[in-house]
C-alpha cells in the first residue's frame, strides 16, 4: 500500500512523449500502450525524477482546488495503477538506497 | 542451462550448397540459409517477388529438425506453446529468444546472425519470424513494420492504419484502377533522405493478393473508422501516436529500442497529416480520400 511518505518516479523501463496535454507510455517489459488524461498527465509529469507521495498530493490539491482528502484518496488510487502495470516505482520511507 | 549454439559447420554446407535466400523489404536485407532443400523450396514463392541476389545485412540459418527441437526446448527450459499462443520474446544475457509455435529462434542484439531451429516445415512459423526480424531490423533504419494498407496513388503513398477487420483489406480491393495498392496488411515505412517512404511487404493479407515491392513518398496517414457515412476528420497527435504506436509490430524489450521505435512512431505523425477515415465499405469511399486537397 502507498503512503505519503514513500517516494514515486518513473519507471525506467518504458518510452513517453506528452503531446498536447496527453501523456502515452509504452512500457518495455509488456510492449503496452497506456494513455493518460489530464490530471494524470499532470501527475505524471510532477513526479518527473521522483517525488514525494505526500508533496505531489499537496501540489494536486493546490492546483486542482480540491479536497486533500478526496485528492489523498484518488492520487493514490492512481499510483496503485500506474505501480500494477509498471509504469512508476515505490520506494517506502523507510527503505535504503 | 545448456546455451544452444550456432552450428557453423552446417551454416557452411548450407551456403555451400547454395540453399540460400536473400530478401530485400525497402532496402533492408535479409538472408536466410535452410537445412532443408524443401523448406527453401516451399517458401520461395511465397517471397517471390522479394527475392533478390543482395547478400542481407542480416543473417539467419533456418534448421529443421525434429528430434533436436525437442531435446533443445528442454535444454532451453521451454515447453511447446500451446495452439494460437502469440510469438514471445526471451531476453537472455546479450540475445533474444524467439519462441514460436514449432520453432524457436536465437537472435543477437547487435550481431548480424541468428539461428533457428523448427520442429519440421513449417512456413506459418517461419513467416511469424520473418515478420518479427523485419521488425526489429526496421526500427534500427528508422522504420516501422504498420498494420495498414499501403497505396500509391500517383507519386506518393498513403497508409489506412488499423488492427484487424478494421476494414484494411476491404480498401485494398475497393481501391480504383488507377491506384496501386502495395499491401493490405503490412506496410514498412522508413525514412530515406530526411522523408519517410511507404514499402510494399510481403506479408500480406489473407487474399495474398498485394505484394508490391517497390515504395513512395509518405504522403498521409488514415486511421480507419468504421462508420456509416464517409467523412475525413483531422486526428489530433495524441490519437495518431496512439494508432501508430498500438499498430506497429513491436518485438523489443530493451528500453533504448522501445525509446527509438517511440521516437520513430513520433517523427512519423509529425511529418505527414493524420485523419481519422471515416467510412463505409463502397467505393465511394475513395472519393473523399482523392478530394482531399492536403496531399
Known amino acids: 500500500m502507498i503512503k505519503p511518505d514513500d517516494f514515486v518516479s518513473r519507471s525506467d523501463d518504458l518510452a513517453f512523449r506528452v503531446i498536447q496535454g496527453e501523456a502515452i507510455i509504452l512500457t518495455a517489459k509488456d510492449r503496452v500502450i497506456h494513455t493518460l488524461n489530464e490530471v494524470g498527465t499532470r501527475i505524471w509529469e510532477l513526479i518527473d525524477t521522483g517525488i514525494k507521495v505526500g508533496d505531489l498530493i499537496a501540489k494536486i490539491c493546490e492546483e486542482y482546488e480540491v479536497d486533500e482528502r478526496q485528492a489523498e484518496r484518488d492520487v493514490l488510487e492512481f499510483l496503485g495503477e500506474l505501480k500494477e502495470k509498471g509504469i512508476i516505482v515505490i520506494q517506502g520511507a523507510g527503505d535504503e538506497g | 542451462m545448456i546455451k544452444l549454439k550456432l552450428d557453423r559447420e552446417m551454416w557452411q554446407f548450407v551456403k555451400n550448397k547454395k540453399r540460400e535466400l536473400n530478401l530485400d523489404i525497402g532496402g533492408i536485407g535479409l538472408t536466410l540459409s535452410f537445412s532443408s532443400p524443401s523448406f527453401l523450396k516451399s517458401v520461395c514463392s511465397y517471397y517471390h517477388p522479394f527475392i533478390n ?7 539467419i540459418l533456418i534448421e529443421v529438425d525434429k528430434e533436436r527441437y525437442k531435446r533443445e526446448l528442454i535444454n532451453l527450459g521451454l515447453e511447446e506453446l500451446p495452439p494460437d499462443m502469440p510469438p514471445q520474446l526471451l531476453k537472455r544475457d546479450n540475445e533474444t529468444l524467439v519462441h514460436l509455435q ?5 537472435i543477437g542484439e547487435d550481431g548480424d546472425v541468428g539461428y533457428a531451429l523448427f520442429k519440421d516445415i513449417n512456413p506459418t512459423a517461419l513467416d511469424s519470424l520473418m515478420r518479427i526480424l523485419f521488425s526489429r531490423l526496421s526500427l ?73 515491392n517497390f515504395g513512395v513518398p509518405l504522403g498521409a496517414l488514415f486511421l480507419n473508422q468504421k462508420d456509416e457515412l464517409n467523412y475525413l476528420e483531422p486526428a489530433s497527435l495524441p490519437f495518431s501516436l496512439k494508432e501508430v504506436v498500438s499498430n506497429s509490430l513491436l518485438f523489443e524489450t530493451d528500453s533504448t529500442r522501445i525509446e527509438e521505435f517511440m521516437g520513430t512512431a513520433e517523427e512519423l505523425i509529425l511529418s505527414v497529416p493524420c485523419y481519422k477515415l471515416h467510412f463505409k465499405p463502397t467505393r465511394e469511399l475513395w472519393k473523399v480520400i482523392a478530394d482531399d486537397k492536403a496531399r
Open chain 2, 53 to 59: 541476389d543482395r547478400v542481407g545485412e542480416y543473417s
Open chain 2, 140 to 212: 534500427r533504419h528508422k522504420g516501422l513494420l504498420i498494420h495498414s494498407a499501403g497505396v500509391r496513388m500517383g507519386g506518393r503513398g498513403v497508409l489506412f492504419i488499423g488492427p484487424s477487420e478494421s476494414g484494411k483489406s476491404t480498401i485494398a480491393k475497393l481501391t480504383p484502377p488507377s491506384y496501386t495498392v502495395l499491401t493490405d496488411e503490412l506496410s514498412l515505412v522508413v525514412k530515406k533522405n530526411g522523408d519517410f517512404w511507404v514499402f510494399g511487404t510481403p506479408f500480406a493479407g489473407f487474399s495474398r493478393r498485394f505484394r508490391a
Open chain 2, 102 to 106: 514449432g520453432a524457436f529462434a536465437i
